[in-house]
T-cell receptor, first 114, second 116 residues
Framework: AQSVSQHNHHVILSEAASLELGCNYS??????LFWYVQYPGQHLQLLLK??????LVKGIKGFEAEFIKSKFSFNLRKPSVQWSDTAEYFC????????????FGRGTSLIVHP | ETGVTQTPRHLVMGMTNKKSLKCEQH?????MYWYKQSAKKPLELMFV???????ENNSVPSRFSPECPNSSHLFLHLHTLQPEDSALYLC???????????????FGPGTRLTVL
């Protein structure tokens, strides 16, 4: 069974700092990769996803993620965070061509100080 | 109304009560999910339904009983819960795709459950 690791459980940044959240998965085949965000008091929503093509994908609100197959990684980045980016971020993976049921990481809590 | 809706948004119940959580999706999806989200714990998948048939049950205690009468509605029936069952219960839907798995999940706002 695949697993997803998000090594940073809590991240605290000041506004304008750069952000990188790690996501590693364990699965040998082709995968679909997702980042979801949960703002305080709001529902989980998709930030971006990758399933083929350019390994650098861009999502909403200036976020991007890079799929590095050799490292089994899909790290989320943003060059300059804002206070409004304070949220919980979840990485999710499901195998291509197989079950559509994703495996989620345990999440990273990001706090951005103004 | 669009998206995934859940009712009630908040629920407080005693250990001997019976209650139900309701989820409705207006997206035309054919797969629906129940998740449990507890503080400081990973998102826990509880049940998955595809085309109204249960396809996944992650060893959830029998005091939780799901029901999927059609592809738009999903219920979670609760009976004799324990205080440790207090959590945010999330419903999600997606377009079932065994040949791709490209499709993301759409989540509801959740039901905040407190068991006294």
């Amino acid at each position: 069974a695949q697993s997803v690791s998000q090594h940073n459980h809590h991240v605290i940044l000041s506004e304008a700092a750069s952000l990188e959240l790690g996501c590693n998965y364990s699965y040998g085949g082709t995968v679909n990769l997702f980042w979801y965000v949960q703002y305080p008091g709001q529902h989980l929503q998709l930030l971006l996803k990758y399933f083929s093509g350019d390994p650098l994908v861009k999502g909403i609100k200036g976020f991007e993620a890079e799929f590095i197959k050799s490292k089994f990684s899909f790290n989320l980045r943003k060059p300059s965070v804002q206070w409004s980016d304070t949220a919980e971020y979840f990485c999710a993976v499901n195998p291509s061509g197989g079950s559509y049921i994703p495996t989620f990481g345990r999440g990273t809590s990001l706090i951005v100080h103004p | 109304e669009t998206g995934v809706t859940q009712t009630p948004r908040h629920l407080v119940m005693g250990m001997t009560n019976k209650k139900s959580l309701k989820c409705e999706q207006h997206l035309g999806h054919n797969a629906m999910y129940w998740y449990k989200q507890s503080a400081k714990k990973p998102l826990e998948l509880m049940f998955v339904y595809s085309l109204e048939e249960r396809v996944e049950n992650n060893s959830v205690p029998s005091r939780f009983s799901p029901e999927c009468p059609n592809s738009s509605h999903l219920f979670l029936h609760l009976h004799t819960l324990q205080p440790e069952d207090s959590a945010l219960y999330l419903c999600a839907s997606s377009q079932d795709s065994f040949t791709g798995g490209h499709n993301e999940q759409f989540f509801g706002p959740g039901t905040r459950l407190t068991v006294l």
